[in-house]
């Protein structure tokens, strides 16, 4: 019989050909279900999909304590909602999975329907602890995705832990709008001496926010995305920008895309190629430097050809927009 040791096991083997260089993270949790007659173990690979949504497959061993009790192992998948944004949230769940009900007499093919709520604790971007509550209902034989006949269903309580696995410093070719463009090595930047300009107070708050995580989705102190960040330091103003990159490089007033012509406080757009969609933005501070959050995380690089950072972003620089004419 398959355990639920060789199901974890298998979870994180299985994903890993997949996961290098892949912003995902790998969860297992432990709990009952119902009334702590049958344990419950979940192995789970998921990622975002947007800022409010994760989603990915699943494996479920559900164990009842008594010998002669049903027991189901499966493979599944499964959405949450608002998990991952901040150190401290509420988050939804919803999984299906099909597999096979196992008793003494018979085996056969089953089906499993969970939903319910968590609240995760991620003291670090890369690990989270969770506890969630969910209502399970499972049942023998495929018709219990729309007909159950005798469904083991109830509560059930589980506790668990999500790990990041891939590395955001790896280098894509290609990325979608409003996330990262990879970022050559280069010295950093330093901070103006002085910042001037009627949005003086936006580009400070970004730059207190420097080295702080590259977080796919972040919009918070915990880890930020491109447009994230400027979102962020924006939104501490009274400033309400659009979310995605895309929507902040048509937002304001287009200004020419020369160094001479900038002020702090720009949005500067970067394509990944000529011609091509938005897929990264930044903030323009002055003394020729822009503050982004890269792969690296929150950073500031220079608008300089001589400069190895600057050699990479320069060409790639499609646009500007003035918020605070």
């Known amino acids: 019989m398959l355990t639920p040791k060789f199901l974890i096991a298998a979870a994180v083997l299985a994903a890993a050909p997949v996961l290098a260089g892949q912003q995902r ?11 702590s007659r049958t344990v419950s173990y979940q192995a789970r690979l998921d990622r975002p999909l947007g800022a409010w ?8 061993a559900l164990i009842e304590r008594d010998a002669a009790g049903r027991d189901f192992f499966g493979v599944g998948y499964e959405f949450q909602v608002g998990r991952g944004r901040t150190t401290l949230a509420p988050y939804a769940v919803l999984g299906a999975a099909l597999g096979v009900a196992s008793q003494p007499a018979r085996q056969g093919l ?17 690990v989270a602890l969770a506890v969630e509550e969910r209502y399970r209902v499972s049942d023998r034989g495929p018709r219990g995705f729309w007909r159950p006949g005798e469904p083991h269903k109830g509560w059930g309580t589980s506790v668990g832990l999500s790990i990041a696995v891939g590395s955001a410093r790896r280098r894509p070719t290609r990325v979608a709008a409003g996330n990262e463009v990879p970022t050559p090595r280069a010295t950093p930047a330093a901070p103006p001496l002085m910042v001037v300009g009627r949005a003086s107070n936006v580009v400070e708050t970004a730059i207190a926010v420097l080295g702080s995580p590259y977080s796919w989705g972040g919009t918070a102190e915990n880890g930020f995305d491109c447009s994230g960040l400027i979102q962020y330091a924006y939104g501490k103003h009274g400033i309400r920008l659009p979310r995605t990159g895309r929507a902040q490089a048509v937002f304001g007033t287009a200004v020419p895309t020369r160094l001479d012509s900038l002020q702090p406080g720009d949005i500067l757009a970067f394509a ?18 822009f503050i982004h959050s890269s792969s690296t995380g929150v950073r500031l690089s220079r608008l300089d050809a001589s400069d190895p950072d600057g050699a990479h972003w320069i060409p790639r620089w499609v646009g500007t927009r003035r918020v605070m004419p």
């Open 25 to 35: 993270e790998v969860g297992v949790l432990y709990g009952s279900w119902p009334a």
């Open 110 to 126: 089953a089906a499993l329907w969970s939903a319910g709520a968590g609240f995760e604790w991620r003291p670090f971007s890369f």
């Open 272 to 289: 990944a190629r000529a011609g091509g969609a938005v897929t990264h933005v930044g903030m323009y501070v002055g003394e020729g430097k």
């Open 53 to 60: 949504l994760r989603h990915g497959v699943t494996l479920h």
